[in-house]
């Protein structure tokens, strides 16, 4: 059975880092591409970057570059995401997806609530 | 990229067959037979309900159909349950970038 497993809810003040996590089971975890997607409160879905973790190629939306960091590691069939300075903004659920060739997005993680308050 | 447009709300009775819509352009909706609907239930995460149009994943109710026509899919759900309630995204690669394009979201009501 194919699942994507999310690290719990985070709660942290703003200017604080924070890494959370991604960890597929039930495929080959690096023959798909792994995204983040966004989700604010009350809002729709936002892509926000895509790792292949087959070789780490990584994408971003211009409007997450340089604001967060994606990276995989394939030994432990795990994506991360990664704030280096969290925003009170930057509260919102985070959810990985795997990708299919076709733009599918079959298989969602739980999700990852993070709250960024002073 | 924009957004796929979606009403932001639509609403049936139990019983009843409601039809969503997603439009798009021709770079994507209209140029691949790649679209994709998602269900979410509040507080939980989004589920796959249709792939490549028309195509329901195992386990997915055939109450649940899809179709396209030029640049427009639809969603629609028939024999309207209590438990449909819940948001729908559709999606649409697109060949411009490697990120889908999502559309708005369609909050379902049964009423």
């Known amino acids: 059975e194919v699942q994507l497993v999310q690290s719990g809810a985070e709660v942290k003040k703003p200017g604080e880092s924070l890494k959370i996590s991604c960890k597929g089971s039930?495929?080959?975890?690096?023959?798909?591409?792994i995204g983040w997607v966004r989700q604010m409160f009350g809002k729709g879905l936002e892509w926000m970057g895509i790792?292949?973790?087959?070789?780490?190629?990584?994408r971003y939306r211009p409007s997450f570059q340089g604001q967060v960091t994606i990276s995989a590691d394939k030994s432990f069939s795990t994506a991360y995401l990664q704030w280096s300075s969290l925003k009170a903004s930057d509260t919102a659920m985070y959810y990985c997806?795997?990708?299919?060739?076709?733009?599918?997005?079959?298989?969602w993680g739980q999700g990852t609530l993070v709250t960024v308050s002073s | 990229q924009s957004a796929l447009t979606q009403p932001a709300s639509v609403s049936g009775s139990p019983g009843q067959s409601i039809t969503i819509s997603c439009t798009g352009t021709?770079?994507?909706?209209?140029?691949?037979?790649?679209v994709s609907w998602y269900q979410q239930h509040p507080g939980k995460a989004p589920k796959l309900l249709i792939y490549?149009?028309?195509n329901r994943p195992s386990g997915v109710s055939n109450r649940f159909s899809g179709s396209k026509s030029g640049n427009t899919a639809s969603l629609t759900i028939s024999g309207l349950q209590a438990e449909d309630e819940a948001d729908y995204y559709c999606?649409?690669?697109?060949?411009?970038?490697?990120?889908?394009?999502f559309g708005g979201g369609t909050k379902l009501t049964v009423l």
């Open positions: 021709s770079s994507d909706v209209g140029a691949y037979n790649y």
């Open positions: 999606s649409s690669y697109t060949s411009s970038s490697i990120f889908v394009v």
């Open positions: 039930g495929y080959s975890f690096t023959t798909y591409w």
């Open positions: 997806v795997r990708r299919g060739p076709t733009g599918t997005m079959d298989y």
């Open positions: 490549d149009v028309s």
């Open positions: 790792i292949y973790p087959g070789d780490s190629d990584t």
